[in-house]
């Protein structure tokens, strides 16, 4: 069975960091680009990161470059995300996803397996 479970979620201080992992069971990750994924209450599912199966190429939006990183261990068969700075807007339940395209891709129509997710909450 094909399986993404996230971890690390959890309740952080604004201004504080979490990462979050994303660990496949029954496949190889590295056979796979993955992307990272947020949804608030209210609001439609948004891309946040993702990286390419080939070189390692990653992408972020405007608005997330240089308070997230998507990095890869393929020999622990896990995707991270790691986030620094957070706000309250960063308040989420977080997804990851992969594909087997080749072309990189912050769109989530592009992805066929998800995880269940992990909330994200900011606040004092």
């Known amino acids: 069975q094909l399986q993404l479970v996230e971890s690390g979620g959890g309740l952080v201080q604004p201004g504080g960091s979490l990462r979050l992992n994303c660990t496949a069971s029954?496949?190889?990750?590295?056979?796979?680009?993955v992307g990272w994924f947020r949804q608030a209450p209210g609001k439609e599912r948004k891309g946040v990161a993702c990286?390419?199966?080939?070189?390692?190429?990653?992408y972020s939006p405007d608005s997330m470059k240089g308070r997230f990183t998507i990095s890869r261990d393929n020999a622990k068969n896990t995707v991270y995300l790691q986030m620094n700075n957070l706000e309250a807007d960063d308040t989420a339940v977080y997804y990851c996803?992969?594909?087997?395209?080749?072309?990189?891709?912050?769109?989530?129509?592009?992805?066929?397996?998800w995880g269940q997710g992990t909330q994200v909450t900011v606040s004092s």
């Open positions: 029954g496949f190889t990750l590295a056979d796979y680009a």
């Open positions: 996803a992969a594909t087997r395209w080749a072309q990189i891709s912050i769109a989530a129509r592009a992805y066929d397996l």
């Open positions: 990286i390419s199966r080939t070189d390692g190429t990653t």
